[in-house]
């Protein structure tokens, strides 16, 4: 058992940015169903322009955490847009507590840099 190695979280890391999101969905699956108690954290980038849609996958499979980036340094090779994110999220029904006004504020002060 993992916890019994001193595992306390699970981190998928696709540097690539090439994970889709038919794929977040079966991997995040497969992992929650095996490790029910581990927290599962998955970091992409942007790369291949399917990041918002893999976390919003990695999520609803199972995912306790999503990197993302403030929106003015999103995408690309950066990580998924945190207001896209999180904007899609609430549309889906998952409540993030984040405040989509708190992210506009934080992005608007990264425009102007």
Known sequence: ELRQL???VLAIKDMAGLLKPEAATLLISALRAEHPDLPLHVHTHDTA???VASMLAAAHAGADVVDCATDALAG???QPALGAVVASAAAAGMDT???LGEITAVNEYWEEC
Do not use: E, K
Request: net charge negative; hydrophobic share 15%; glycine share 34%.
């Open 97 to 99: 507590g984040i405040d």
């Open 49 to 51: 322009g399917t990041g």
């Open 76 to 78: 690309t090779t950066s």
């Open 6 to 8: 001193g595992v306390h």
